[in-house]
Every structure is written in C-alpha cells, then in structure tokens.
C-alpha cells in the first residue's frame, strides 16, 4: 500500500501574492543596497583620489640665519603669493611708489586681508613670540609689517608730502605689552621714509606665485587606490 505523504494545503491566493511580494521587497531591498554599496565606495575613491593629490596648502617660512625673511605660497583670499619682509622706502621697494598701479593690493580691504594672513600664516611660533626675529625688526616687544594699498598726501606749510596708505599686521610679545593681543590696523608712512631707520617697523612685498606645486601621489596612496579597486572588483563578483 503507497505511503502519501501530506505537505499540506497549497498555500491560499493572498498568501501566495504576499509571499511573492515580500520577496519581490527583499529583492529590491538587496538591489538598493547594493547600488548604496557602489556609490559609497565610488565617493571613497573620489575623496582618496582628491586628498592624495590636492595642491600642497599652507605657506613656506624664507628664514636666513635665525631670521624670518618672508615666506612663499601665502594665501591671500584666492590667490597664492610669496613675501619678503625689506627695510627701505616705499619709492625704492615699490616701483616709485608715484601710482596704485605700482602696489600689489590696491584697496584697503584687500590690504587688511593681506595683514591678517601674515598673522594667521606666516608670523607664528617662536616668530609670534618673538617679533624682533622678522626680518627688519629690532624691538623686542613689537613687529609692525606694513603692506601699502594706496597713496594720499598731506599739506605741512604750503607743500604737498606724500603717503602711502598702508595696511599693518601687528605682531606684539605677549610678555611685553598687557594687551599682548596680535591686530591689524591701518596707516600711513610717507613715500621717502626709510623703515630701516625704524626699530619695529617694515614693508611686506607682496608678488604673485609663479605657480601652483602639486604633491606628487605617493607610494602608499597607490597602494590605498588598488586596494580600493580590488574590494570594488570582489564586490561586483559577489553580487
């Protein structure tokens, strides 16, 4: 006599199609997934890719001896530069200093920017605690950089003298002056005056960065980039 064996009733019309669709669900689910996988693992690749060979940021110290002379690939709102602190005139380091057309910043704002990156970028450290170790700079308790934007004149005695409009970056030892707080300001100093006759006080001169160094990707960042590319490839076989 044949053994039936009982697997029970087929399953109901609705719990078919709710079967059907909760694997359709699961199947979507999984595929969503997946391409969520893709596309995180392509924004890695992008962020690697950036991070490895984004332009070097971050302004060079010039120093000679024990003395800050300037610093190259300074960041000036958009644009890279490189400065020389100098001892002078404004008429000898400035083209004659006659015309806006012979500085570098040609407004006021654009000058106090330029002040605030020597203090954010470039007088720091031992630099900040000391201001007489930039370059033309003798006191020990300030550093006055001046970064002229414009000229103007003044009348003493029925003779015009004339300035230069000048943007100054104020680096003070905080253990001489009670305040000891690092500030930008502006002033004048006339065309002829010779900072170098002046203890605390010197131009900055501004020039435009000849170009942009990119970091080279290192070895490790190839490594980092094909380990990336082998995990996309088993992910791809796996799915």
């Excluded at 053994?3 to 399953?11: F, I």
């Excluded at 199947?27 to 596309?39: R, T, Y």
């Excluded at 990156?117 to 000391?130: C, E, K, S």
């Excluded at 502006?186 to 005056?193: A, N, T």
Aim: aromatic fraction near 6%.
């Amino acid at each position: 006599m044949a053994t039936l064996t009982a697997w029970g009733p087929a399953p109901h019309g609705r719990v078919a199609a709710a079967l059907r669709l909760r694997h359709a669900a699961n199947g979507e689910v999984v595929e969503a997934a997946g391409a969520s996988m893709k596309l995180h693992f392509l924004s890695v690749i992008v962020l690697a890719v950036a991070l490895l060979g984004a332009p070097a940021k971050g302004a060079t110290l010039v120093v000679e001896g024990r003395a800050l002379v300037g610093a190259t690939g300074v960041q000036v709102d958009d644009m890279l530069y490189d400065v020389t602190f100098a001892d002078g005139t404004c008429i000898a380091l400035f083209d004659g200093c006659n015309q806006v057309a012979d500085l570098t910043f040609r407004t006021e704002s654009a000058a106090l920017l330029a002040a605030n990156a020597l203090l954010d970028q470039v007088l720091l450290g031992n630099f900040d605690v000391r201001p007489s170790l930039a370059r033309g700079c003798n006191d020990s308790g300030a550093c006055r950089i001046a970064v002229p934007y414009g000229l103007s004149s003044r009348s003493v005695i029925f003779s015009s003298i004339p300035t230069a409009l000048v943007a100054q970056a104020n680096n003070l030892d905080d253990g001489t002056f009670t305040s000891g707080i690092d500030s930008v300001s502006v002033g004048s100093v006339d065309r002829d005056e010779d900072l170098g006759e002046d203890f605390f006080e010197a131009f900055a001169v501004f020039t435009e960065a000849a170009e942009v160094t990119v970091v080279p990707l290192p070895p490790a960042g190839w490594l980092l980039l094909g380990g990336l590319a082998a995990l996309g490839a088993l992910g791809r076989r796996r799915a």
